[in-house]
């Protein structure tokens, strides 16, 4: 494929006329070839109003033909070929190829999987209660449900993801599956990574003979064209991963809109991890690995990174200290993603080193690219994390916090101080059940996933997954952006009240022509 350097808008290349940016190596700080043009607000309305214009037939496209064109993008992308784009994508972003090669087959296993779900149609929530006309005192209408696309979805590229939170990543394939046409806001620190696979996405709208208007690929800066593209009317809901900061801007758009609309926006998490006692009597040194490895894979860019590890006082808590500071010390710094990020990076570490109570566990080596630092792991006791705001913050990187406590209570007090997180992580035995338990619930308040004697990084797609949580990891805790669940953000029910036959959409009629199952009257009926 050739990259134009363009906006990729209702199935052409449109040259914007807003000025130009580059994608940069982040291990050289060398520019990538081509410049990218950026559209001016005017024209990022060629974008949504052909969006608008697709949604009628894209919302009722017939299921077989809907799964086949998400399965048409995956295969498209994975036809570009590993040359072009993985090396690409490593350039742009300084992510190893394995770490590329994974997320790629992650991105399209979840087309795959919304392939699926749009075959078996559960998503559409069909509910049909029929008329009961000689009921007493008052007969019953006929009264049928189901779940609708919300209309045109603008979704956010995130800069950690170039492919599975990109043009054709979770939230792109979940809003597809629903029924809605997405205008994609490109990342601009992988630009040439987005153009490669937003041309595999177009390729398949243009084969299946959709509107073009179904997909966009739109350059702009986040403050301008990123605003414009939230207060946009024909722009209904709006999938974001990125910055707390960025986030809630959008979300303050969105909500002063003449028709607010959702946002949902997965923004910042710690990720703590508890360490009983009984996890102490096992192999300490290979649990200090573990949460090494965890804490630097990707260079810390993680969003479920475990910013946090709460270690018992006493003799046991001190060992894993100890082995925590060796396991850190040989590990090198990575190329993070771009100079930005690694400068964020550094100032949140220095914030932290400086904070009160707060010593050196442990730091690697520097890498040997730019924006690659030394990994870095520091300590505290839980009574100054409790009292000072400053470590509650993410630092979005290779580093972490160990904090030592002494009783239940202790941890129940962090829990209760703490904001809104992805994930929790327990490390126990069976004899740290009973000390354990209370926690349960305490976490249920403040997180999306509870894991058992595992690592929050590596995120399973599928039906039960929960990659969400509360405020501020995400802006609606009732959803995730990850697995089957995700559709459910872009749907509305419609109910459908004495309608006849001949005016009902087909998942409704008698006949279920589309074969979806369905709930009659309360009892489940399989398509």
């Given at each position: 494929?050739?990259?134009?350097?363009?906006?990729?808008?209702?199935?052409?290349?449109?040259?914007?006329?807003?000025?130009?940016?580059?994608?940069?190596?982040?291990a050289?700080?060398?520019?990538?070839?081509?410049?990218?043009?950026?559209?001016?607000?005017?024209q990022?309305?060629?974008?949504?109003?052909?969006?608008?214009?697709?949604y009628?037939?894209?919302?009722?496209?017939?299921p077989?033909?809907?799964?086949?064109?998400?399965?048409?993008?995956?295969?498209?992308?994975?036809?570009?070929?590993?040359?072009?784009?993985?090396?690409?994508?490593?350039?742009?972003?300084?992510?190893?190829?394995?770490?590329?090669?994974?997320?790629?087959?992650?991105?399209?296993?979840?087309?795959?999987?919304f392939?699926?779900?749009?075959?078996?149609?559960?998503?559409?929530?069909?509910?049909?209660?029929?008329?009961?006309?000689?009921?007493?005192?008052?007969?019953?209408?006929?009264?049928?449900?189901?779940?609708?696309?919300?209309?045109?979805?603008?979704?956010?590229?995130?800069s950690?993801?170039?492919f599975?939170?990109?043009?054709?990543?979770?939230?792109?394939?979940?809003?597809?599956?629903?029924?809605?046409?997405?205008?994609?806001?490109?990342?601009?620190?992988?630009?040439?990574?987005?153009?490669?696979?937003?041309?595999?996405?177009?390729?398949?709208?243009?084969?299946?003979?959709?509107?073009?208007?179904?997909?966009?690929?739109?350059?702009?800066?986040?403050?301008?064209?990123?605003?414009?593209?939230?207060?946009?009317p024909?722009i209904?809901?709006?999938?974001?991963?990125?910055?707390q900061?960025?986030?809630?801007?959008?979300?303050?758009?969105?909500?002063?809109?003449?028709?607010?609309?959702?946002?949902?926006?997965?923004?910042?998490?710690?990720?703590?991890?508890?360490?009983?006692?009984?996890?102490?009597?096992g192999?300490?040194?290979?649990?200090?690995?573990?949460?090494?490895?965890?804490?630097?894979?990707?260079?810390?860019?993680?969003?479920?990174?475990?910013?946090?590890?709460?270690?018992?006082?006493?003799?046991?808590?001190?060992e894993?200290?100890?082995?925590?500071?060796r396991?850190?010390?040989?590990?090198?710094?990575?190329?993070?993603?771009?100079?930005g990020?690694?400068?964020?990076?550094?100032?949140?570490?220095?914030?932290?080193?400086?904070?009160?109570?707060?010593?050196?566990?442990?730091?690697?080596?520097?890498?040997?690219?730019?924006?690659?630092?030394?990994?870095?792991?520091?300590?505290?006791?839980?009574?100054?994390?409790?009292?000072?705001?400053?470590?509650?913050?993410?630092?979005?990187?290779?580093?972490?916090?160990?904090?030592?406590?002494?009783?239940?209570?202790?941890?129940i007090?962090?829990i209760?101080?703490?904001?809104?997180?992805?994930?929790?992580?327990?490390?126990?035995?069976?004899?740290?059940?009973?000390t354990?338990?209370?926690?349960?619930?305490?976490?249920?308040?403040?997180?999306?996933?509870?894991?058992?004697?595992?690592?929050?990084?590596?995120?399973?797609?599928?039906?039960?997954m929960?990659h969400?949580?509360?405020?501020?990891?995400?802006s609606?805790?009732?959803?995730?952006?990850?697995?089957?669940l995700?559709?459910?953000?872009?749907?509305?029910?419609?109910?459908?009240?004495?309608?006849?036959?001949?005016?009902?959409?087909?998942?409704?009629?008698?006949?279920?022509?589309?074969k979806?199952?369905?709930?009659?009257?309360?009892?489940?009926?399989?398509?």
């Amino acid at each position: 494929m050739t990259l134009n350097g363009h906006s990729l808008i209702a199935g052409k290349t449109t040259a914007g006329t807003g000025g130009t940016t580059y994608g940069m190596n982040p291990a050289t700080n060398e520019q990538l070839e081509p410049a990218y043009s950026l559209l001016t607000e005017d024209q990022l309305k060629l974008a949504t109003v052909a969006a608008a214009e697709a949604y009628p037939s894209f919302s009722a496209l017939e299921p077989e033909i809907h799964a086949a064109f998400l399965e048409a993008i995956a295969d498209n992308i994975e036809a570009i070929g590993e040359e072009e784009l993985i090396t690409r994508a490593s350039q742009e972003t300084g992510l190893p190829a394995p770490r590329l090669q994974g997320e790629r087959a992650r991105t399209t296993g979840q087309l795959r999987l919304f392939a699926n779900v749009v075959r078996t149609g559960d998503f559409r929530g069909v509910r049909i209660d029929p008329a009961l006309p000689d009921r007493t005192p008052l007969p019953r209408a006929d009264i049928r449900q189901r779940q609708i696309p919300l209309g045109p979805v603008a979704v956010f590229g995130a800069s950690n993801f170039p492919f599975a939170f990109s043009t054709a990543g979770g939230d792109t394939a979940s809003a597809l599956a629903a029924g809605c046409p997405v205008v994609f806001k490109a990342h601009n620190a992988h630009p040439g990574t987005g153009e490669l696979v937003g041309q595999a996405v177009v390729k398949a709208v243009k084969d299946f003979g959709l509107h073009p208007g179904v997909f966009a690929l739109v350059y702009g800066p986040g403050a301008s064209i990123g605003q414009a593209l939230v207060a946009d009317p024909a722009i209904k809901a709006v999938g974001f991963t990125g910055s707390q900061a960025a986030g809630i801007a959008l979300m303050k758009t969105a909500a002063a809109r003449r028709e607010p609309i959702p946002v949902y926006a997965e923004m910042s998490s710690l990720n703590p991890v508890f360490v009983f006692e009984g996890a102490l009597k096992g192999d300490i040194d290979a649990l200090a690995q573990q949460y090494v490895a965890s804490v630097t894979g990707s260079s810390g860019q993680l969003c479920t990174s475990p910013g946090l590890l709460f270690a018992p006082e006493g003799e046991a808590g001190d060992e894993l200290a100890a082995a925590v500071g060796r396991a850190v010390s040989g590990c090198s710094g990575q190329t993070m993603l771009t100079e930005g990020i690694a400068g964020s990076w550094n100032a949140g570490t220095e914030a932290i080193a400086s904070a009160k109570g707060v010593d050196l566990i442990g730091k690697g080596l520097e890498g040997q690219t730019s924006n690659a630092p030394a990994p870095t792991i520091f300590g505290t006791q839980v009574r100054d994390f409790v009292s000072n705001h400053v470590l509650h913050e993410e630092i979005f990187g290779a580093a972490s916090l160990v904090i030592r406590y002494t009783s239940s209570q202790d941890l129940i007090e962090a829990i209760n101080r703490l904001e809104g997180q992805l994930t929790a992580s327990l490390q126990l035995t069976e004899e740290d059940y009973p000390t354990a338990a209370p926690l349960i619930p305490a976490l249920e308040q403040k997180v999306g996933r509870i894991i058992i004697n595992g690592w929050p990084t590596g995120v399973e797609v599928g039906h039960a997954m929960v990659h969400g949580g509360p405020f501020p990891a995400t802006s609606d805790s009732r959803t995730t952006s990850v697995g089957t669940l995700a559709i459910n953000r872009f749907l509305r029910p419609v109910a459908y009240q004495n309608i006849p036959q001949e005016l009902l959409p087909s998942p409704l009629q008698d006949e279920n022509p589309w074969k979806v199952n369905r709930l009659i009257d309360g009892k489940p009926e399989h398509g």
